[in-house]
């Protein structure tokens, strides 16, 4: 019945082709097969904005359940033979969920996406659609491949975050850079000042269009600094915002100003214009430092990590374009001047900073440590704004050989109130005789205050060259007032003394004034150090010696050093290195091997057994600085022996001896006894003296007393170091005898 109808169709389709004037024919063809659609709908499109970001849940004020159906050509529901994919346009705004699925430990419900792709139930499905911390709106796009035709089916639902009224809620300033200088004395003149306007919801007000909705205006005195705006420049500026955002310049004048330079932004809560006027103000404040650039402080620094490199022969490149070339002997150690102005700013980038070292004359190296320089003294005395220098008990002439000219003076003013101006480093122009000195040129005045200040000969000082070590003698500062340099030096000299100075010119209106900072510093190794102990383990309950050496990473010596030690699970025993008891540091330092000697006496110690090592077994700990430490085991080969004197007594003093397994007595050590059967002990035991002796005394009045020529009654006292497993020495207590031949009828004991 269907083909006559379709024929029929076509043939009439087919006169109205030829009385409109086209010919020809179809040839029978037919239509293409048309594909389903997707419906989407939601329990509701608009949401509130999500400003704490809550994950979806059930229930949820800011989420919406949005039910998705497939439909065939023919409106009938059908399965999918593929996944839906399901996305959001805008996911600040609207975040997408799958339902949970029962099968995993994971709750789907509560993750945010973007985009995702879930199996359909014969065509249905649910999922959900949360609001973010952005108002405005999210198209959500449900999309799928049609089972009959495998062309692409969407279907899209538009979603929309209410905020707040599109009028500002708020305001905030930042500035960038927050420390600018004054002009004409080469930093930075100029910082941006920006600011962010928002709404009652958090969210960026509107652009205003063609009117200003941001005030700017400078506060106080500017030193002359100005704003400057699209809209115009001087102390008072307007702006408007795009994405929320205002932004002006402020421009620093020639003259310093008493203090930071507070600018204030303000907008209109009314009508987000400032252009009209403004009724409802909100506003925020910030400031801007403004530095005349000029080196007032400069402290000496170095990192803690990296901050050693092991020098090279340069021997070209490899593929990578790192350098090619053994090591040669050489360290370089980062060493860098923090430089501040008056008011705590950095200085003006690009300002110099010199830098130089000294290290002899020095004694005492490597025996006595680093080493101590020979010219020095407590009683500095520079002349303020002169050449001079004496110091009372100074050696000028004969220390270290004497000091000449062109040596360094090292002034540590900083180390003695008021004298902070007077942290010089000088170069000595002559010497006078032991204990006065000029340099080539003058000190500080000494007038942090306004007025030179002489406290007299109080400054600690040293005086030297450097003959071993040397530093690049001079850095600019960067942005941030930080100016590096690098000490370098042999690794034959590891652990040797030196002094680093770094020192800046700061001009006043009248003189020049050095800024300088000196350090003591001590050639450093590469990191990791390495400590190596021999023997291992050590012989315990004797006297031996043990060698410990350290190295670096590049295992070179470090000399100078003196090892910490720590003795541990002695139990009642006892333990010493170079007559240090329990822990401290050997007394000899670490030579030019890197190696020292000390000598170690342990005594009663009764764990260990071979000397494996481990909780519980007596050793000692190595350690230098924060390199990894050592635990070196303590072997011993017998236990603790305790013997009493006599080991039977019918009452009195019982002598106790304590031994280790070498027969060294054991002093210092806590005897405890325990009786049964009757017997006693009087009072405490005292501990074992140097002779690993001690006294207890026994009362057997607690046992029965018997007629002559009956057995006696005995009880015995357990005597023992009080240590699980230690030894013990055990006293058969007689009982007392009557003295009187027995009587009829039988009297009591004694009688």
């Not at 089916?153 to 538009?158: D, E, Y």
């Not at 929320?244 to 932004?265: E, H, K």
């Not at 593929?319 to 090619?324: K, R």
């Not at 091997?593 to 519980?616: E, I, K, P, Q, W």
């Amino acid at each position: 019945m269907k083909f006559p109808f379709k024929t029929l169709g076509l043939l009439l389709a087919s006169m109205a082709l030829a009385s409109c004037g086209g010919g020809g024919s179809d040839g029978g063809a037919t239509s293409a097969p048309q594909p389903g659609s997707i419906t989407l709908t939601a329990s509701r499109t608009t949401l509130p904005l999500n400003p704490g970001n809550i994950l979806p849940y059930p229930g949820s004020p800011f989420m919406a359940e949005v039910a998705f159906t497939y439909r065939n050509n023919a409106g009938v529901i059908t399965a999918l033979t593929s996944d839906a994919t399901f996305t959001t346009s805008s996911p600040s705004t609207i975040s997408l969920s799958p339902p949970d699925d029962p099968s995993t430990d994971e709750n789907e419900m509560a993750s945010r996406v973007v985009s995702f792709n879930d199996t359909t139930n014969n065509g249905s499905y649910v999922f959900f659609a949360t609001s973010y911390d952005v108002a405005g709106t999210s198209v959500v796009t449900a999309s799928a491949t049609d089972p009959a035709t495998g062309l692409t089916v969407s279907k899209t639902l538009t979603f929309t975050v209410q905020g707040a009224p599109p009028v500002p809620g708020s305001v905030n300033l930042t500035p960038s850079p927050s420390v600018i200088y004054v002009a004409g004395v080469g930093g930075v003149t100029s910082s941006t000042i920006s600011a962010q306007v928002r709404d009652g919801a958090n969210q960026p007000v509107p652009d205003p269009g063609s009117a200003d909705n941001v005030k700017f205006e400078i506060v106080g005195d500017a030193g002359g600094g100005i704003l400057s705006a699209p809209s115009g420049s001087g102390a008072n500026v307007t702006a408007k915002t795009v994405a929320g955002i205002a932004a002006v310049s402020f421009q620093s004048g020639t003259t310093l100003p008493p203090g930071p330079v507070q600018i204030r932004a303000t907008v209109d809560r009314a009508d987000n214009n400032v252009s009209n006027g403004i009724s409802d103000p909100i506003s925020a404040t910030t400031s801007v430092a403004v530095s005349d650039g000029k080196l007032f402080g400069v402290v000496i620094t170095s990192p803690d990590l990296e901050a050693v490199t092991a020098n090279h022969v340069f021997a070209g490149v490899d593929a990578n374009g790192n350098p090619v070339g053994g090591l040669d002997g050489t360290y370089s150690f980062t060493i860098s001047a923090l430089a501040t102005d008056r008011q705590g700013n950095p200085v003006v980038p690009g300002t110099t900073i010199q830098f130089g070292v000294i290290d002899a004359p020095l004694s005492g190296f490597p025996s006595t440590g680093g080493g101590v320089f020979d010219i020095a003294g407590g009683d500095g005395n520079p002349l303020e704004g002169g050449t001079a220098f004496t110091a009372p008990t100074g050696h000028f002439t004969t220390a270290g050989g004497g000091a000449g000219p062109g040596d360094t003076l090292l002034v540590f003013g900083q180390l003695v109130t008021g004298n902070f101006d007077l942290e010089n480093a000088r170069v000595v122009s002559s010497i006078a005789n032991a204990t006065n000195l000029t340099v080539t040129s003058a000190f500080n005045r000494n007038d942090t205050t306004g007025s030179s200040v002489n406290y007299g000969a109080v400054l600690p000082y040293v005086i030297g060259r450097a003959t071993e070590a040397n530093i690049t003698a001079s850095a600019t500062t960067n942005a941030v007032g930080v100016a590096s340099t690098t000490l370098n030096y042999p690794v034959s000299r590891l652990g040797k003394q030196t002094i680093v100075w770094a020192q800046g010119n700061a001009a006043t209106s009248s003189v020049v004034r050095t800024v300088g900072d000196i350090q003591p510093v001590r050639l450093p190794g590469v990191a990791p150090l390495t400590i190596a102990v021999s023997p291992s383990p050590l012989l315990g309950n004797t006297t031996t010696s043990v060698t410990v050496c350290v190295y670096d990473a590049f295992n070179s010596p470090l000399q100078g050093i003196f090892p910490g030690f720590s003795f541990h699970d002695l139990g009642i025993g006892s333990g010493s290195i170079d007559g240090v008891s329990g822990s401290g540091n050997m007394s000899s330092a670490t030579g030019s091997d890197g190696c020292t000697v000390g000598t170690v006496v342990t005594a009663g110690l009764s764990g260990g057994g071979s000397g494996g090592g481990g909780a519980g077994s007596p050793g000692v700990i190595f350690n230098v600085g924060n390199s990894e430490p050592v635990d070196i085991p303590i072997s011993v080969s017998t236990g603790l022996l305790l013997q009493a004197f006599p080991s039977s007594t019918s009452g009195g003093a019982v002598n106790l001896l304590l031994t280790d397994g070498n027969g060294n007595p054991v002093p210092n050590a806590q005897i405890a006894g325990v009786c049964t059967g009757g017997p006693s002990i009087v009072g405490q035991i005292a501990p074992t003296g140097a002779n690993g002796q001690t006294v207890a005394s026994i009362l057997p009045t607690g046992l029965a007393c018997v007629a002559q020529g009956e057995p006696r009654n005995t009880g015995t006292c357990v005597f023992s170091t009080g240590v699980q497993g230690g030894p013990t020495a055990t006293v058969t207590v007689l009982g007392p005898v009557d003295p009187d031949p027995p009587a009829s009828p039988p009297e009591p004991c004694g009688n």
